[in-house]
């Protein structure tokens, strides 16, 4: 098939702040347009230029840039780009499929009207958004939707939560679920750990890195597991404050600050870690969370990523809000059993498996879930 993805924000900005990137091949969508050329399909990704890279770069798909309009007022809560909805006006018969990121975008809304019989929407969100106390999610999700975008052939969400929201307000939405899949051969599994476990993030205040740090510092203090460090991987405006925190917990010797890695280097740290480590404050999806589980490296968070239930009922690690030294522990514990988990699940990660998914959500043919693994 020729397939149309339109996905203008590439990845997440910080209070507002686009930053630049060298390359956007690790993006999460990027991969996900390689999972569809993998699997027989003609891919083209439609994004706005903020997020195109600082230096040149050939994809292995087309992608197309469009300058965005009332950056001020809309951001990339709700991004506009009045070129972009005129080319997909003037070129949505050239494809067969047509991949919206989300309902709440004006791009959805287009496809609603013009093409609704070759578009699937991937929902991410999982509540209404919170700007000005969510009034125009809403306003859109019980107006807009019913009188615009009810013909669209299918939803399919990226989690359970966001299908349960989105299932409201669109007839179409399917029980599966597909979340992101990424590029697995770039990535080594191991079974072998060393006594270590680790975080990888930017290092700034909506990712709460020093929440990890406060709860490694009561784990370290289990008898037999004093010996154990914690890798930090990233950088950002807090990494002073981070550092001066695990001087001040006594954890000088034990947290280790690893900086910036390429993809390959932080692979080779995260597969040999005995869990991956998520306390953020607001990320819906995390492209590290698949990277540790196909790495062999289950993951502990809280419930706030997506990818929480399907952590929990799968047995990749343990989601929790509020988790703390008893989980991390549990986890080391039963680490066999998590990252047996965890390589079982593997290729059901991969980006090709998940464009099978999502292409066979679009012709109708649902495919049957992952089951849960026991202990």
């Known amino acids: 098939m ?132 969510q009034l125009p999610s809403k306003f859109w999700h019980k107006v807009i939707v019913p009188l615009f975008m009810r013909r669209i052939k299918v939803v399919v969400g990226r989690s359970a939560s966001a299908r349960d929201f989105i299932g409201q307000y669109m007839p179409h939405t399917v029980a599966t679920i597909v979340d992101h899949g990424i590029d697995i051969e770039k990535f080594e599994c191991s079974t072998v750990k060393k006594r270590q476990v680790i975080s990888s993030s930017q290092l700034i205040f909506r990712k709460n890195v020093d929440g990890i740090i406060k709860k490694f510092a009561q784990f370290h203090h289990y008898k037999g597991y004093e010996d154990i460090k914690l890798l930090i991987a990233g950088r950002g405006d807090e990494e002073e404050k981070l550092k001066d925190l695990a001087h001040a917990l006594g954890l000088t010797d034990y947290v280790q600050f690893l900086g910036f890695l390429p993809q390959q280097e932080l692979n080779r740290y995260i597969k040999d870690s005995y869990c991956f480590l998520i306390n953020t404050r607001r990320d819906l999806n995390m492209v590290s969370i698949p990277e540790s589980i196909v790495s062999g490296t289950p993951v502990v968070t809280n419930m706030v990523p997506a990818l929480s239930g399907e952590i929990n009922r799968l047995q990749l690690g343990i989601a929790k809000d509020n988790w703390g030294a008893d989980e991390l522990k549990h986890v080391i514990d039963n680490n066999h059993t998590y990252v047996k988990n965890c390589v079982r699940y593997r290729q059901q990660m991969s980006a090709e498996h998940q464009a099978r998914s999502l292409t066979a959500c679009f012709n109708g043919n649902e495919p049957q879930q992952g089951q849960a693994e026991t202990k």
């Open 2 to 133: 020729k397939i149309l993805v339109i996905n203008p924000v590439l990845y997440t900005s910080n209070n507002g702040v686009i930053p630049q990137v060298k390359t956007i091949k690790d993006t999460m969508i990027y991969s996900m347009c390689l999972g569809l050329k993998k699997t027989g399909n003609d891919v083209t990704l439609l994004a706005i230029d903020d997020y195109m890279p600082t230096q040149p770069e050939a994809y292995d798909v087309d992608v197309l840039w469009f300058k965005a309009n009332l950056k001020r007022v809309l951001k990339d809560a709700l991004p506009l780009s009045v070129a972009m909805l005129k080319w997909i006006r003037k070129n949505h018969c050239r494809y067969d499929m047509i991949l919206a990121s989300e309902t709440f975008m004006f791009h959805s809304l287009l496809c609603g009207i013009v093409c609704p019989e070759k578009t699937l929407i991937w929902q991410e969100l999982n509540v209404h958004q919170r700007k000005f106390h």
